[in-house]
T-cell receptor, first 113, second 112 residues
Framework: SQKIEQNSEALNIQEGKTATLTCNYTNYSPAYLQWYRQDPGRGPVFLLLIRENEKEKRKERLKVTFDTTLKQSLFHITASQPADSATYLCALEGDNQGGKLIFGQGTELSVKP | DSGVTQTPKHLITATGQRVTLRCSPRSGDLSVYWYQQSLDQGLQFLIQYYNGEERAKGNILERFSAQQFPDLHSELNLSSLELGDSALYFC???????????FGEGSRLTVL
């Protein structure tokens, strides 16, 4: 069956360092992959979308890579700040027909000053 | 502010009851999604509508139903409520049936 796996353990890093979060998937052939940020009790907020023919995408301090051979996406936050502390979710289309965007469980990131 | 409006923000009800959650998508968005998020389950896809038609379905219980109206707002109906239905229910919208989603702030349902 289809599965999305993200680091289940919280990631704790020091301010100024680069945070790297992993999203692995099985039994999918997604046309694109998305990353969202979610703060406690709030709705997820879209960050980046990367298509299967794109190896890397950047937005300000964020960078996403997408390796369709490894079935893995890496999400990097450079020069991390305490304000980056949140849960980060990756999401994939569930059926390659549009719609049914399926989310991973998320990785909680804590950036300490 | 994502532009997606959900009401009510909080709802407390008893087992066996029925509730309706409402969602107004961003102006111009044709697609509406419903998700359930409980502490131990993460964000679970329930159902998606596109321009009034059901487009995709997740593991939505038979006690739950949804629809999208001609003005594109959507309602999620939850009936015969059980304790386990207590969760945050999110609505999201997008311009088309793929692409980035814009989430509302959710409706927190507590079933006692």
């Amino acid at each position: 069956s289809q599965k999305i796996e993200q680091n289940s353990e919280a990631l704790n890093i020091q301010e100024g360092k680069t945070a790297t979060l992993t999203c692995n998937y099985t039994n999918y052939s997604p046309a694109y992959l998305q990353w969202y940020r979610q703060d406690p009790g709030r709705g997820p907020v879209f960050l980046l979308l990367i298509r299967e023919n794109e190896k890397e995408k950047r937005k300000e301090r964020l960078k996403v890579t997408f390796d369709t051979t490894l079935k893995q996406s890496l999400f990097h936050i450079t020069a991390s700040q305490p304000a980056d502390s949140a849960t980060y979710l990756c999401a994939l289309e569930g059926d390659n027909q549009g719609g049914k965007l399926i989310f991973g469980q998320g990785t909680e990131l804590s950036v300490k000053p | 502010d994502s532009g997606v409006t959900q009401t009510p923000k909080h709802l407390i009800t008893a087992t066996g009851q029925r509730v309706t959650l409402r969602c107004s998508p961003r102006s111009g968005d044709l697609s509406v999604y419903w998700y359930q998020q409980s502490l131990d389950q993460g964000l679970q896809f329930l159902i998606q509508y596109y321009n009034g038609e059901e487009r995709a379905k997740g593991n939505i219980l038979e006690r739950f139903s949804a629809q999208q109206f001609p003005d594109l707002h959507s309602e999620l109906n939850l009936s015969s409520l059980e304790l386990g239905d207590s969760a945050l229910y999110f609505c999201a919208s997008s311009v088309e049936y793929t692409g980035e989603l814009f989430f509302g702030e959710g409706s927190r349902l507590t079933v006692l």
